[in-house]
């Protein structure tokens, strides 16, 4: 039987590349977002690819949706909580409340509530793999980046406090934690904006969501024995949050 693979947020970026990526791997693939054309074009290259793709259109801040579509999934054997945005870039006291409602129902609530709905199946089953994607920001906070820092703060802390608690279910959990990455992240943080956008990456080769994505399926292809809790990924040209050298 083949294994199968659950990413969220699969319609662009780190997601739309590892459900492609893993669906080299031999794993079929269950894809979900909240964009059905994007969805679509990704059942279509893997299954014209010969791979096997289910798209689930729903959106992971709802936690009823969640429930209703991934509850009747019968297992799961690879979870990637890959479904995040960064919005906005203010100090504390110019933020936008309801960026702030965005980040934290999406890269903390959202991340809960599937992982509560699959993580059970994984126990049932004897074992599975789930990987958090979180960044860097979740351990280097920064000027205008509170509540997403703060929201990828609580992905580190969860998928800590994720691995001992499924220890002894035999179930592995990583969290990788990218630093630059080039996908749509700027245009959603600065709504659109694709100028401003653009300047994030200017001067660096960042990473791309194909880089990211080889680093789950290389961490997904490990021994039982093995388990990568903790994955750190940066451009050659970042050191951290701080330090980034644009030529």
């Keep these: 039987m083949k294994k199968q693979a659950l990413i969220t947020g699969a319609t662009s970026g780190i997601g739309r590349a590892t459900a492609l990526r893993l669906s080299r791997e031999g794993y079929d693939i269950v894809a979900t977002g909240r964009r059905a054309e994007r969805l679509e074009e990704l059942r279509h290259e893997i299954e014209q690819a010969g791979g096997r793709c289910t798209t689930l259109r729903f959106d992971v801040r709802s936690e009823e949706e969640v429930r209703r ?97 499924l220890l002894a279910a035999g179930i592995k959990v990583t969290e990788i934690r990218p630093g630059m990455v080039e996908t749509e992240f700027s245009e959603v943080r600065f709504h659109g904006d694709r100028e401003r956008a653009a300047k994030t990456y200017q001067g660096v080769v960042p990473l791309t969501g194909a880089d990211v994505a080889e680093a789950i399926a290389w961490a997904a292809q490990l021994p039982a024995h093995m388990n990568v809790n903790d994955m750190v990924l940066m451009p050659a040209q970042q050191a951290g949050a701080y330090y980034t050298v644009r030529k």
């Excluded at 870039?89 to 599937?114: F, P, Q, R, S």
């Excluded at 793999?129 to 929201?151: D, K, M, Q």
Aim: one cysteine or more.
């Design 69 to 165: 579509w991934l509850s009747p999934l019968e297992r799961v054997d690879l979870l990637v909580n890959n479904a995040g945005l960064a919005a906005g870039l203010e100090h504390i006291d110019c933020g936008d409340t309801a960026d702030w409602d965005a980040m934290i129902d999406t890269n903390v609530k959202g991340l809960l509530y599937v992982t509560r709905v699959v993580s059970p199946k994984m126990v049932a089953a004897g074992g599975g793999h789930i990987f958090n994607i979180g960044s860097i920001a979740g351990t280097e906070p920064y000027e205008n980046g509170a509540v997403y820092c703060a929201s990828k703060h609580a992905v580190h802390a969860i998928s800590q406090a994720m691995r001992a608690d």
